[in-house]
């Protein structure tokens, strides 16, 4: 793997890694984040261990962005960083291969472009050393990473931009809380992979409900798919097109089921046919734009929480949100989906994405 390697790098910058200005505050006795991966990566091959570093150090070595990230110098000069390390297994994984050489093979068309790039800065907190006992609890938390994306950590684990879950190596020689004069380093055991280029609200729904009408999936949003796509005002909206072109939107989505629930039936089905003469009309249209927020993403921290609030909607009527839940305009309490597929928090390109338990319904008119 050294051999790789050396495609990247001189004894002159091998050096310049590793002597470099350390961070305000930072022990000066230690090496760097880019003078530790060099020490503690081997040239023996896989060994499932968190010190063998090789395939990460090829990546960084090959982009100068990266380089300098991690050795503290240019724009990072003085600049703490958090490094989630996925190891050479971690990599082999990830591409699918039993070798080091075939990994970096599978790799090579890759280092040096944004792409990779990209990635890499997902596995890095810049401006903080986040030690083990804030990264790994049981509290769910996000924190922007240095590519701009988010990362959740929840249940003593990373949840990437794909959902992927991935865990620390706690059993390794080094543990975590590797420190280094310009931050920390924690090994992982997979390479995280950040979130897609982000879908309209409408794409997010259509991506994970099935077009072909009910499925007897009470989990996704088909009836709610149907309501949107009957009418051109809320294709719009979701779409993020026409007077919702710019708009940011919160969606308090009904699943399936909570449609069901609505109209007293017991498949989709039948919830689909008890709406049948509904679809299109003012009547349905202002049902659905009474789950909208317009002019604002609203997050689960703000939406749920123990705070009585007032949210005017899409439709122009009053809910109510308190006590983790939503009251509507009949006083019906309706609960967040937490536990579905995609929990709440949905991103999209323009706004965001709750999924709830009950069909929301606006007060009757005086």
């Known amino acids: 793997m050294r051999r790789l390697i050396s495609l990247f790098i001189t004894g002159a910058l091998m050096v310049g890694l590793l002597a470099v200005p350390t961070a305000a505050g930072a022990d000066d006795h230690l090496p760097t984040i880019a003078g530790t991966v060099i020490?503690?990566?081997?040239?023996?091959?896989p060994d499932d261990n968190p010190r063998d570093f090789d395939i990460l150090l090829a990546a960084i070595l090959a982009d100068e962005v990266l380089t300098a990230a991690v050795s503290g110098t240019g724009d990072f000069e003085g600049v703490d960083l958090t490094v989630f390390a996925p190891n050479d297994q971690a990599f082999l994984e990830f591409t699918g291969t039993k070798t080091e050489a075939e990994a970096a093979a599978a790799l090579g068309d890759l280092l040096g472009t944004?792409?990779?790039?990209?990635?890499?800065?997902?596995?890095?907190?810049a401006g903080a050393a986040v030690t083990e006992a804030e990264a790994f609890t049981d509290m769910r938390m996000k924190i922007e990473m240095a590519n701009g994306d988010k990362l959740v950590t929840n249940n003593n684990r990373l949840i990437d931009g794909l959902k992927n879950r991935v865990w620390p190596w706690r059993s390794g020689p080094l543990g975590l809380d590797i420190e280094a004069a310009n931050g920390i380093i924690h090994p992982i055991r997979g390479v995280l992979q950040p979130p897609a280029d982000p879908?309209?609200?409408?794409?997010?729904?259509?991506?994970?409900?099935?077009?072909?009408g009910p499925d007897n999936n009470f989990r996704d949003f088909d009836i709610l798919l149907a309501a949107i796509k009957a009418d051109p005002v809320l294709l719009a909206a979701v779409s993020g097109t026409g007077d919702f072109e710019g708009v940011p939107l919160t969606v308090f989505a009904p699943n399936d089921q909570a449609f069901m629930d609505f109209t007293g039936?017991?498949?989709?089905?039948?919830?689909?046919?008890?709406?049948?003469d509904l679809l299109g009309t003012p009547a349905l249209q202002n049902i659905v734009l009474y789950h909208v927020v317009a002019g604002a993403a609203v997050t689960e921290a703000e939406a749920f929480t123990d705070m009585?609030?007032?949210?005017?909607?899409?439709?122009?009527?009053?809910?109510?949100?308190?006590?983790?839940?939503?009251?509507?305009?009949?006083?019906?309490r309706v609960w967040p989906w937490r536990s579905g597929p995609l929990g709440l928090d949905i991103e999209a390109a323009n706004g965001i994405i709750h999924p709830i338990r009950g069909v929301?319904?606006?007060p009757a008119a005086s």
């Open 39 to 45: 020490a503690v990566s081997t040239d023996e091959g």
């Open 114 to 125: 944004e792409t990779l790039r990209d990635i890499v800065l997902y596995h890095v907190v």
């Open 199 to 212: 879908s309209t609200i409408a794409e997010t729904v259509i991506a994970v409900s099935s077009e072909e």
């Open 265 to 276: 039936t017991m498949t989709e089905a039948e919830a689909a046919a008890a709406l049948g």
């Open 308 to 332: 009585r609030m007032k949210i005017t909607m899409a439709n122009g009527d009053t809910l109510v949100t308190n006590n983790n839940r939503l009251i509507d305009g009949l006083k019906n």
């Open 360 to 362: 929301l319904q606006p």
